[in-house]
């Protein structure tokens, strides 16, 4: 998230006496890429919420399509997080040369109360660095994989960071699901230890995926839990949110392969994304439950966004290019999900 430097002017001067519950944010956080559907990722949650700082967790969070995504936390300032951005999209710096950059050129020249976490995809392979600075506050650690950093502070323990990593990467599925088993890892009372008095592990979270080609300003994911009533987990609003998001259709089969190479998933927007693995060209024939054929989909790819041409049940069958039969679904629920975005109400 790029934020604009003259709006957040009086907030970049605030930074210099904000006092230390509202300075740490965040507090643990994970940025992740997958190369194969090039999509890039971010995720995390802090003992703050909208009414500390307006969006509460997800002011750390600059998803950049194509690229890369770029956490800045810790003491956080949008002057860091703005030069990072511009280092990454105009300069071209890797994960590292980012890393080392942000540490040799702090916007108040005290890089040691810092954290950064960056993985990117440019070069056709997955890169990913992290920093934490030797005087954030304990407990402070992060993890780099191959695709993914993941880091925080203020932590109850190492295990926060760990569980986080366990949950990313024995999770099979999206690079969304994925970070949101990365969260659930740090579904702990008092992962931030702020926040241990509460029964929680936070107070506020995000979770947000670009797919190729992406405007910054339109995700197609892009889900904030900004503010949470009194003991209620933002973790679980999270997951509760993105259930309903990924909305994965129940497909069951009716002929052909039992292991028909087709995900369906609802989007925010109404539409649905289709994941296909199987040959190419393929198309899908589309039939209401009068069996009047609706439309047909050419899968050309490994992915295809599909309007959705009617509410309700649908029933599929997917050919090759020969015309042969590979399969026939049922899709079922096949409707808009609800809005995404939270409302910010106020703690209760």
């Known amino acids: 998230m790029r934020w604009p430097v003259l709006p957040l002017l009086s907030l970049f001067l605030s930074s210099f006496i904000l006092p230390l519950s509202t300075a740490g944010q965040d507090t643990f956080s994970i940025v992740a890429v997958d190369v194969a559907t090039g999509q890039v990722g971010s995720a995390g949650a802090t003992c703050l919420d909208d009414d500390d700082i307006a969006g509460g967790a997800v002011i750390i969070s600059d998803v950049l399509p194509d690229i890369g995504a770029i956490h800045t936390q810790s003491y956080w300032v949008p002057a860091n997080q703005n030069a990072a951005h511009d280092q990454v999209a105009d300069n071209g710096l890797s994960p590292e040369e ?8 702090d ?26 600075g030797d ?97 209620v987990e933002p973790i679980d609003v999270l997951q509760a949110e993105f259930d309903a998001w990924n909305g994965t259709s129940a497909l069951s089969e009716e002929d052909g392969d039992a292991s028909t190479p087709l995900l369906i998933t609802r989007q925010a927007d109404g539409q649905t994304l289709l994941k296909w693995d199987g040959p190419t060209p393929a ?38 290019g020969d015309g042969t039969l590979i399969s026939t679904m049922q899709y079922s629920g096949a409707s808009a999900p609800p809005n995404t975005q939270r409302p910010r109400d106020g703690r209760e």
């Open 98 to 105: 980012l890393m080392d950059w942000l540490e040799a050129n």
């Open 107 to 132: 916007v108040q020249g005290n890089p040691a109360i810092r954290q950064y976490g960056m993985a990117d995809l440019v070069t056709g392979e997955a890169r990913a660095a992290a920093f934490t």
């Open 135 to 231: 005087n954030c506050m304990d407990w402070k650690g992060h993890i780099v994989g191959p695709n993914y950093a993941i880091q925080g502070n203020i932590l109850l323990s190492e295990a926060i960071l760990t569980g986080m990593e366990e949950g990313f990467l024995g999770t099979e599925g999206s690079l969304a699901e994925k970070l949101m088993a990365a969260m659930q890892g740090a579904n702990v009372a008092g992962a931030d230890t702020r926040c241990l008095d509460e029964g929680v592990s936070s107070r506020s979270a995000f979770l947000r995926v670009a797919h190729p080609g992406d405007d910054p300003e339109d995700l197609t994911l892009d889900i904030v839990v900004a503010i949470t009533p009194f003991g």
């Open 283 to 320: 198309e899908m024939a589309v039939y209401d439950v009068r069996g009047a054929l609706l439309e047909t989909v050419a899968l050309s790819g490994p992915w295809t966004t599909w309007p959705l041409p009617a509410p309700g049940t649908l029933f599929l069958r997917l050919t090759d």
